[in-house]
């Protein structure tokens, strides 16, 4: 069956622009993840939806970064007011229910801001 | 806090030429350790679980080991194709089930 898909696969902006980075998870699967990889560091958390509960915001690193998830499906991860630190590739993960189970990544977002 | 460290941050092989990747981690209870191998320009790719001291899996040249404070990938007689960059992360038992990864090794097997 199909993957977890991410669109668009790489963004340039400018400082101080808003981008939106969009997930697809696989179809089924209830539990929908973000994270962030930067350069030299390793993958690091974002946020966690899982179903319809209260998602877990506790890794995003400032005010500027937001996300919601629609009809349980799919995810729009927002960035406002971009900075130069912001660059990195953004990767979207998904799983069948959440806790214990296999996350399976989409190929990621690789965002630039000059 | 939950932390992750891999060793050696960089390893090349000669085609053929065995060796083992070290992934220690610090975690309140573990719920599971997950391996991934990440392509250039690609997502993780997921290869392993492991969720008790002892448990071993295999496949094909890999084979991932678990004791109470490390994990073990072995890599038998690698291939070329067997390059990239090998990823572990946790997963604690308590809280939500976020992964916590290492910033992994970059595997390069030479022919």
């Known amino acids: 069956g199909a993957g977890v898909s991410q669109s668009p696969s790489n963004k340039v902006t400018e400082k101080g622009k808003d981008v939106e980075l969009r997930c697809d998870p696989i179809?089924?699967?209830?539990?929908l993840y973000w994270y962030r990889q930067s350069l030299g560091q390793g993958l690091e958390f974002l946020i966690y939806?899982?179903?319809?509960?209260?998602?877990?915001k506790s890794g995003l690193p400032s005010d500027r970064f937001s996300a919601e998830r629609t009809g349980g499906s799919v995810s729009t991860l927002t960035i406002q007011r971009t900075q130069q630190e912001d660059s990195a590739v953004y990767l979207c993960?998904?799983?069948?229910?959440?806790?214990?189970?296999?996350?399976?990544f989409g190929p990621g977002t690789r965002l630039t801001v000059l | 806090e939950d932390q992750v460290t891999q060793s050696p941050e960089a390893l090349r092989l000669q085609e053929g030429e065995s060796s083992s990747l070290n992934c220690s981690y610090t975690?309140?209870?573990?719920?599971?350790l997950f391996w991934y191998r990440q392509d250039p320009g690609k997502g993780p790719e997921f290869l392993f679980t492991?969720?008790?001291a002892g448990e071993e899996k295999e496949k094909e040249r890999l084979k991932a080991t678990l004791t109470k404070k490390e994990s073990f990938l072995h890599i038998t007689a690698p291939k070329p194709e067997d390059s990239a960059t090998y990823l572990c992360?946790?997963?604690?038992?308590?809280?939500?089930?976020?992964?916590?990864f290492g910033k992994g090794t970059m595997l390069l097997v030479s022919p």
């Open positions: 992360a946790v997963q604690a038992n308590s809280g939500y089930s976020t992964l916590t």
């Open positions: 179809s089924g699967h209830t539990a």
């Open positions: 993960a998904s799983s069948q229910t959440g806790v214990g189970d296999t996350q399976y």
């Open positions: 492991l969720y008790s």
């Open positions: 975690v309140s209870g573990l719920r599971g």
């Open positions: 939806f899982q179903g319809n509960s209260a998602p877990d």
